[in-house]
């Protein structure tokens, strides 16, 4: 990837406006409408305004900074999530947690399934804006081996690997489903490569879990997004990562 050899800062930098919130260490991203509803209705967060309200939505669990989570989404795309992943940032967020759903490339990944990613192979505009020269796009390492553990009491079943990140879903073709089956890439779906990126770039720590929503792994679509299991373990893994959140 053609990635920019400086570290100019850019002309418009990411800031905290006026009026805007504090936060805590610890921020939720929910890519899912859905599942971002659950979870605010589950921890009783209340919305909270801030300058960019009219991308997405920023939600409280506490009116005290240190002990509150932050919660925010939902989100679509690489440039959509990296825009409120620099805002979270700005406003306080050290440790990023994301869940979101995806795309199966490998058989043995069902609907339902969870994936932790650990690394990401870019087919999306927004990270090579990033200077991050000999670095792997990977997520944090110590924050995966929590996540693992909390899947494994939960007795959730999980994979853990690279996946694939794209801008364009209807650009799934058959040669690159294959090609990247081939390499080991577990799923496919639409930030985390960007959010890894920025992650590294701004110096924080960020993680999540993706759950399989649909199958491509025999080059045909099969949608899941009705599938009861997906919402149960949809909503188990969000559930996991609010407690880890709130450690």
Known sequence: MNRQPTHSKGIISPAKGKGDPQI????????????LKFLVSKTNAQKVPFHDMSLYNLYRTS???DSGITLSGPFL??????????????????????????GSLQHDLRKGHVVIPTSAASEEGTSAHYPI????LESNAKLNSTLEQALKKQGLPFSRGPVWTTDAVYRE?????????????L???MEMSALMTVAIYRSVSMAGLLVVSDELFDLKWRPGFSDP????NSRAAGQI???????
């Open 77 to 102: 795309g690489a440039p959509h999530a990296t825009i409120a992943m620099e805002k979270l940032i700005v406003l306080g967020a050290k440790r990023i947690w994301v869940l979101g759903w995806c």
């Open 24 to 35: 805590g260490q610890d921020a939720l991203m929910v890519m899912i409408p859905s599942e």
């Open 63 to 65: 009116e005290e900074t």
């Open 173 to 185: 073709t058959p040669e690159k489903v294959r090609a990247y089956q081939n390499q080991g890439i």
């Open 229 to 232: 299991l997906l919402k149960k």
């Open 187 to 189: 799923a496919v779906e």
């Open 133 to 136: 020269p000999d670095r792997t």
């Open 241 to 247: 990562l609010l407690r880890l959140a709130g450690c």
